[in-house]
């Protein structure tokens, strides 16, 4: 019997066991979704009379830092970056200060979004980390919003400035040295706050900081400034828009690119670029030149071929003249060769274009046909746009049509007495249903003429219209999908949206959106009203 007891005893002991040892799925518990705690500071958060040359921010949990040198901004910036360690992971942040600190100063670590924990990665955003070289702690502050007019939801952080305004301050100040207070506005609502700021006069200025100097460099930033001042403390709001400025005119080394043919790179402005001839050639020298349409380039062709070592150009623009020198070289010919920019399916709207790769002289219609489905010969225009080098063939576009084009040897002859290969082209229509109409009704614009815009969710021009306050604005076969429009105030005039100027002190042209987007849809008219007030 008592055997039989402890037999009895073991059992149980062992199912005991064997049960507890059954595979299971773990219940679990909910996902942790709580930042770090910061549970000590060494010196305290917000310390005055500040002299140490290291500081340490423990945590609850382990941490890692995410891009800590991207993220970081402190204000007022430092000469030499602090080093931060451990970049992996711990449970602590310790700060090197390796520059000599600014007396009765008020400094602020701002961490951005780089502190996460380490297990799952809950961002600790925006921590502050600030103190004092003097007796006291700044307490002002400035707030407000960027803008980049061209985009509706502007990319990305930008960086916003402070200069402080003394004797020492100019405004070529931003090209050389950094500012008095920095912060970043938030990716989010592209808001701003510079904090812990001591009272005085200061100048405003945004800019996206392409090299993280925060040193204007106009040829990388976009830049917005504040007109006129601003004196602290004050309760306003302030709004920056900013752009990306004309380059200053400068003609680059010209190349010679092929045997005839030379190419004059430019940064800037160039409505009016020039170019002489100064080296002496053959009376029967002729040259003759256009712009690339995508570049800043002017293309210059010359024949007959010289056995000049270089050529010496002068080069005018406006009020600039420029000398250069193009070393020839020993190099192939090209041929001419003419393609369609635009084949395939067109809408009424269109015009057929072509490109060539030499410069083109004559155009013979004769040598051109255009059939219909129905083999029916279509009339049509053909004009060389001498410019940039390039031909459209215009003709009534019908849709739900399709259309073949042959181009003879001969429709296009070129600068040296080249004509084009046999070019066949097909290209065809849709049918009205497949498109969209949007008809907009402009409400008490503040001035005219206004510039209106279709642009894509890629901000690109798809279709624009000028308004004088008479016309109907009709944006016609529109492919279905998202879009949006863009307003813009034309105050010189000129058809186009112009950026501004920092030296000259110049905002860029006003730029409204209308405030949905819109989406259009096949076989859809839709009218929208947009109110300018």
Same mark, same amino acid.
């Given at each position: 019997?008592?055997?039989?007891?402890?037999?009895?005893?073991?059992?149980?002991?062992?199912?005991?066991?064997?049960?507890?040892?059954?595979? @299971?799925?773990?219940?679990?518990?909910?996902?942790?979704?709580?930042?770090?705690?910061?549970?000590?500071?060494?010196?305290?958060?917000?310390?005055?009379?500040?002299?140490?040359?290291?500081?340490?921010?423990?945590?609850?949990?382990?941490?890692?830092?995410?891009? $800590?040198?991207?993220?970081?901004?402190?204000?007022?910036?430092?000469?030499?970056?602090?080093?931060?360690?451990?970049?992996?992971?711990?449970?602590?942040?310790?700060?090197?200060?390796?520059?000599?600190?600014?007396?009765?100063?008020?400094?602020?670590?701002?961490?951005?979004?780089?502190?996460?924990?380490?297990?799952?990665?809950?961002?600790?955003?925006?921590?502050?980390?600030?103190?004092?070289?003097?007796?006291?702690?700044?307490?002002?502050?400035?707030?407000?919003?960027?803008?980049?007019?061209?985009?509706?939801?502007?990319?990305?952080?930008?960086?916003?400035?402070?200069?402080?305004?003394?004797?020492?301050?100019?405004?070529?100040?931003?090209?050389?040295?950094?500012?008095?207070?920095?912060?970043?506005?938030?990716?989010?609502?592209?808001?701003?706050?510079?904090?812990?700021?001591?009272?005085?006069?200061?100048?405003?200025?945004?800019?996206?900081?392409?090299?993280?100097?925060?040193?204007?460099?106009?040829?990388?930033?976009?830049?917005?400034?504040?007109?006129?001042?601003?004196?602290?403390?004050?309760?306003?709001?302030?709004?920056?828009?900013?752009?990306?400025?004309?380059?200053?005119?400068?003609?680059?080394?010209?190349?010679?690119?092929?045997?005839?043919?030379?190419?004059?790179?430019?940064?800037?402005?160039?409505?009016?670029?020039?170019?002489?001839?100064?080296?002496?050639?053959?009376?029967?020298?002729?040259? $003759?030149?256009?712009?690339?349409?995508?570049?800043?380039?002017?293309?210059?062709?010359?024949?007959?071929?010289?056995?000049?070592?270089?050529?010496?150009?002068?080069?005018?623009?406006?009020?600039?003249?420029?000398?250069?020198?193009?070393?020839?070289?020993?190099?192939?010919?090209?041929?001419?060769?003419?393609?369609?920019?635009?084949?395939?399916?067109?809408?009424?709207?269109?015009?057929?274009?072509?490109?060539?790769?030499?410069?083109?002289?004559?155009?013979?219609?004769?040598?051109?046909?255009?059939?219909?489905?129905?083999?029916?010969?279509?009339?049509?225009? @053909?004009?060389?746009?001498?410019?940039?080098?390039?031909?459209?063939?215009?003709?009534?576009?019908?849709?739900?049509?399709?259309?073949?084009?042959?181009?003879?040897?001969?429709?296009?002859?070129?600068?040296?007495?080249?004509?084009?290969?046999?070019?066949?082209?097909?290209?065809?229509?849709?049918?009205?249903?497949?498109?969209?109409?949007?008809?907009?009704?402009?409400?008490?614009?503040?001035?005219?003429? $206004?510039?209106?815009?279709?642009?894509?969710?890629?901000?690109?021009? $798809?279709?624009?219209?000028?308004?004088?306050?008479?016309?109907?604005?009709?944006?016609?076969?529109?492919?279905?999908?998202?879009?949006?429009?863009?307003?813009?105030?034309?105050?010189?005039?000129?058809?186009?949206?112009?950026?501004?100027?920092?030296?000259?002190?110049?905002?860029?042209?006003?730029?409204?959106?209308?405030?949905?987007?819109?989406?259009?849809?096949?076989?859809?008219?839709?009218?929208?009203?947009?109110?300018?007030?």
């Amino acid at each position: 019997m008592r055997r039989i007891f402890y037999f009895a005893i073991l059992f149980f002991v062992i199912l005991t066991f064997v049960n507890c040892a059954k595979r @299971g799925n773990p219940s679990g518990g909910s996902k942790d979704s709580i930042p770090p705690i910061i549970i000590k500071y060494k010196p305290e958060n917000y310390s005055i009379n500040f002299t140490d040359d290291e500081i340490k921010i423990y945590f609850d949990e382990y941490i890692k830092l995410i891009d $800590i040198n991207k993220e970081l901004i402190i204000s007022p910036p430092l000469k030499y970056q602090p080093e931060i360690t451990p970049l992996s992971t711990g449970k602590f942040i310790k700060i090197n200060i390796k520059d000599t600190l600014k007396k009765n100063t008020t400094y602020s670590f701002n961490f951005g979004k780089s502190i996460v924990d380490y297990t799952e990665g809950n961002v600790f955003k925006y921590f502050k980390y600030i103190f004092s070289t003097g007796n006291f702690i700044d307490s002002l502050n400035l707030k407000g919003t960027v803008k980049d007019p061209l985009l509706l939801n502007p990319e990305g952080t930008t960086t916003v400035m402070l200069y402080e305004v003394n004797e020492a301050f100019n405004d070529s100040v931003i090209y050389s040295k950094k500012p008095t207070y920095i912060t970043t506005t938030k990716e989010e609502s592209q808001e701003f706050e510079l904090t812990n700021l001591k009272e005085g006069t200061y100048f405003l200025i945004a800019l996206k900081d392409k090299t993280n100097d925060y040193i204007f460099q106009p040829k990388y930033d976009k830049i917005g400034f504040l007109e006129g001042m601003i004196s602290l403390p004050t309760d306003s709001s302030f709004t920056i828009n900013i752009f990306k400025e004309t380059e200053s005119y400068k003609i680059k080394k010209p190349k010679h690119e092929s045997k005839n043919h030379i190419i004059f790179g430019y940064n800037g402005e160039a409505k009016n670029l020039k170019i002489e001839l100064k080296s002496s050639v053959p009376k029967d020298f002729e040259s $003759i030149s256009y712009k690339d349409s995508k570049s800043d380039t002017l293309h210059y062709w010359f024949k007959p071929f010289v056995e000049n070592d270089s050529l010496i150009f002068t080069v005018k623009n406006k009020n600039n003249l420029d000398t250069v020198v193009t070393k020839m070289r020993d190099l192939f010919v090209d041929t001419l060769l003419v393609k369609p920019i635009n084949a395939g399916v067109l809408t009424p709207r269109d015009t057929l274009k072509f490109s060539a790769t030499t410069p083109l002289t004559l155009f013979n219609s004769e040598k051109v046909t255009i059939i219909n489905k129905d083999s029916a010969v279509i009339p049509f225009k @053909g004009v060389i746009d001498y410019r940039f080098n390039t031909a459209f063939l215009s003709f009534d576009i019908k849709t739900t049509e399709s259309y073949a084009i042959q181009l003879l040897p001969g429709a296009f002859i070129d600068f040296f007495e080249q004509t084009n290969d046999t070019i066949n082209v097909r290209v065809r229509t849709k049918d009205n249903s497949d498109y969209g109409t949007l008809n907009l009704i402009l409400s008490e614009p503040k001035q005219l003429p $206004i510039l209106v815009q279709l642009v894509n969710t890629n901000y690109e021009v $798809i279709q624009e219209k000028y308004y004088t306050g008479d016309e109907s604005i009709l944006f016609e076969y529109i492919n279905p999908g998202e879009y949006y429009i863009r307003i813009i105030y034309d105050e010189n005039k000129n058809k186009r949206w112009d950026t501004g100027s920092y030296l000259k002190k110049i905002q860029p042209e006003t730029v409204l959106y209308y405030p949905k987007k819109i989406e259009i849809r096949p076989n859809w008219s839709l009218v929208e009203t947009f109110n300018l007030e």
